[in-house]
């Protein structure tokens, strides 16, 4: 199988930003609709959260980028790092950090949504990556897909 640079450097990530966005969107009109159902009374509580989970995402999202750029520059299939734990670690940090994040910073329970309406979907795109990365490693990638878990690190093997 013949991978496009585009392909190697961001797989489905730009449909599942898209997604989540217009998931985001929806959620957010109906948010408007119903009231703003808050989370909490305290909105700076919530919200300094949402900073913290979102500091924490842009700091998982470089480590997981240095990782991965073994892969970009010598195509050698990238166990390390946050990689040790995950197989799509961009996107789990963007599902569970990320998203959760922003979600916080909007302190609405039917905008709290967004993360979990997105990993249903987030999992299933990563199928087509899962997918190439058969076809370029073969066994190696099935024995690493073994090990660990797609977007949760796998507690028990």
């Known amino acids: 199988m013949i991978i496009t640079r585009y392909q190697k450097l961001f797989g489905v990530g730009q449909i599942a930003l898209l997604i989540g966005i217009a998931i985001l969107g929806l959620l957010w009109l109906l948010d408007r609709a119903l009231g703003h159902v808050e989370i909490w009374s305290q909105p700076k509580l919530v919200k300094t959260i949402g ?8 700091c998982w999202h470089f480590w997981c980028m240095r990782a ?8 050698e ?14 996107y789990a940090g963007g599902v569970l950090l990320g998203s959760l994040g922003v ?12 993360p979990v309406l997105s ?7 990563v199928r ?12 190696e ?7 660990t878990g797609r977007l949760f690190p796998r507690i028990f093997n």
């Open 103 to 114: 979600s916080l910073l909007f302190n609405s329970w039917i905008i709290l949504l967004q």
């Open 128 to 139: 087509k990556e899962e997918a190439m990365m058969t076809d370029v490693f073969g066994e």
């Open 51 to 58: 900073w913290i989970l979102i500091a924490i995402f842009i």
């Open 141 to 147: 990638y099935q024995r690493y897909a073994a090990k």
């Open 119 to 125: 990993y249903p979907i987030v999992s299933l795109l």
């Open 77 to 90: 299939l990238c166990t390390k790092g946050p990689y040790r734990f995950v197989r799509h670690p961009i």
């Open 68 to 75: 991965i750029s073994r892969w970009w520059r010598h195509d």
